[in-house]
T-cell receptor, first 113, second 116 residues
Framework: ETGVTQSPTHLIKTRGQQVTLRCSSQ?????VSWYQQALGQGPQFIFQ???????GRGNFPPRFSGLQFPNYSSELNVNALELDDSALYLCASSFAGVVGGYTFGSGTRLTVV | AQSVTQPDIHITVSEGASLELRCNYSYGATPYLFWYVQSPGQGLQLLLKYFSGDTLVQGIKGFEAEFKRSQSSFNLRKPSVHWSDAAEYFCAVGAKDGGSQGNLIFGKGTKLSVKP
C-alpha cells in the first residue's frame, strides 16, 4: 500500500489568486474526499468524488471545485482566494466510503496573504 | 443536525496514568463512529472505528472505545499513557445519506499533553 499522498506540502498564495491541490488515492480506493482544517479546529467536509462524479458536498461555496480522474487521483481547485481560506487541506480516500473507513493524507498547508 | 462534541479542549495526564477522552454525537440513525489522532503538522491516523456489534472496540496503540447508545457517547480510553501519545485526538461520526458514499463530521478535537 502506498497510502494517500498530497502535493504540494506547503503553498503561499495571494488573495484573489487561484490554487490547485493534488491527491493520489490509496491503491484500490474509488472514493476521495477533501476536508479543510482551520487552525485549532476539526476538519470540515468540502466535497467527495466517487467514480469521477461529485457524490456529496459540504457547506462550501462554488469557488471550491474538484475533479477525480480515472486512476482515482483528485484535484481540489479554489478560485478567488480569501484570507480565510488559509488552512490545512486534507485528502482522504476509501474503498467503500464511510463504511470502508477513510485513509487520510498528510495534507497541504495553504497560506493566503 | 448531525454533530460531534468533544467537551475537553486540552487534557494533561502523567505518563503511565490512565486516559479517557470524551465524545458525544448527535445523529438520527445508527452511527458509524471513529477516533483519529493527529500529530503536529500531520494528517489523521485512524485509531479505531465502530459500526455495529460489540460496543467495546479495540484499536491500535492500546486504545479502546465504548459505544453507549443511551448516552450518545463514544469515549476513548487507554489504561497507561506513553509520552508518544501526546497529540490531538478527533472523534468523528460517519454521515451517510441515500446514495452518497458518506462523509465524516468531526469534533473540534482534544489536545493531549503528557507529563513525564
Amino acid at each position: 500500500e502506498t497510502g494517500v499522498t498530497q502535493s504540494p506540502t506547503h503553498l503561499i498564495k495571494t488573495r484573489g489568486q487561484q490554487v490547485t491541490l493534488r491527491c493520489s488515492s490509496q491503491s484500490g480506493h474509488n472514493t476521495v474526499s477533501w476536508y479543510q482544517q482551520a487552525l485549532g479546529q476539526g476538519p470540515q467536509f468540502i466535497f467527495q468524488y466517487y467514480r469521477e462524479e461529485e457524490n456529496g458536498r459540504g457547506n462550501f461555496p462554488p469557488r471550491f471545485s474538484g475533479l477525480q480522474f480515472p486512476n482515482y487521483s483528485s484535484e481540489l481547485n479554489v478560485n478567488a482566494l480569501e484570507l480565510d481560506d488559509s488552512a490545512l487541506y486534507l485528502c482522504a480516500s476509501s474503498f467503500a466510503g464511510v463504511v470502508g473507513g477513510y485513509t487520510f493524507g498528510s495534507g497541504t498547508r495553504l497560506t493566503v496573504v | 443536525a448531525q454533530s460531534v462534541t468533544q467537551p475537553d479542549i486540552h487534557i494533561t495526564v502523567s505518563e503511565g496514568a490512565s486516559l479517557e477522552l470524551r465524545c458525544n454525537y448527535s445523529y438520527g440513525a445508527t452511527p458509524y463512529l471513529f477516533w483519529y489522532v493527529q500529530s503536529p503538522g500531520q494528517g489523521l491516523q485512524l485509531l479505531l472505528k465502530y459500526f455495529s456489534g460489540d460496543t467495546l472496540v479495540q484499536g491500535i496503540k492500546g486504545f479502546e472505545a465504548e459505544f453507549k447508545r443511551s448516552q450518545s457517547s463514544f469515549n476513548l480510553r487507554k489504561p497507561s499513557v506513553h509520552w508518544s501519545d501526546a497529540a490531538e485526538y478527533f472523534c468523528a461520526v460517519g454521515a451517510k445519506d441515500g446514495g452518497s458514499q458518506g462523509n465524516l463530521i468531526f469534533g473540534k478535537g482534544t489536545k493531549l499533553s503528557v507529563k513525564p
